[in-house]
């Protein structure tokens, strides 16, 4: 059995990783799902700077691989990311300090194995379009709705990142119900600022929510429990989130959407 990969997700509200076996292009091609072993996870400090969060992605990694030998490490991060030399070349104020991170370098010197690195969109996508629900189309465009908003668009297989790795932030497209409002990124207007995870509850808050409602999870609790501030939250979120989504139709013409993320996973 060849050795594994090891697989780290770094977002703004958790790391997670795994060791993974038959994610290359063979399995893809059979389109036999990967098998994960040891997956773990980790809260990222996000507001504590580049050095504790590549830290916690260190000592995750460490856990996980706990002696095993990997073949190649690939991590997928937050922000823009240049692949060519591993390194974030902007992001939102969600991670603080994260634009300018070197993500390969530490990574290398500590395991010693080639290091992939990836937009964490863009790296869904691909692995959505080779093994979820793309496997049988030639084209897909993924919508990550979390602690931010992202989005990829995967043809044939290969995920489209643009000529500066910044394609598919569709949380920065601009949206009428966002009006005034503050964006991670520092602008008003884009769809990120109204209908990320975070995004929906300070909306529920400007609707006069209860204060009890400071989260995500409590906020999607009181939409399923009927409370009508938290489902017109919702709402709005979700109409925005929809017109962005059909302009986007007009302009790739995909075989299959994907709308993935905590935002829709909640059931809200």
Known sequence: MSEPVLALD???????GALVHGAGAEGALRGAAPRLERVAEVATPATEGPEAIMAA????????????????VGLSSAGVIDS???RVTHATASLAGWAGTDVRTPLTQRFGVPVSVLGDVHAHGIGE???GAGHDSASLLLVAVGTGIGGCHVVEGRAVIGSHGAAGHVGHAPVPEAEGVRCPCGRTGHL?????????VQLAARLGADPSLRDGRALAAAAAAGDEIALEAYRVAGLATGRVIGALLNVLDPELVALTGGVPESGA
Not at 57 to 72: C, K, N, Q
Not at 192 to 200: D, K, V, Y
């Open 84 to 86: 060519d030399r591993g």
């Open 10 to 16: 770094l977002g703004g509200t958790k790391i997670r």
């Open 129 to 131: 379009a080779r093994f």
């Open 57 to 72: 992605v260190a000592e995750l990694a460490d856990r996980i691989r706990s002696g095993t030998r990997v073949r190649a």
């Open 192 to 200: 990120e600022g109204l209908a990320s995870g975070p995004g929906i």
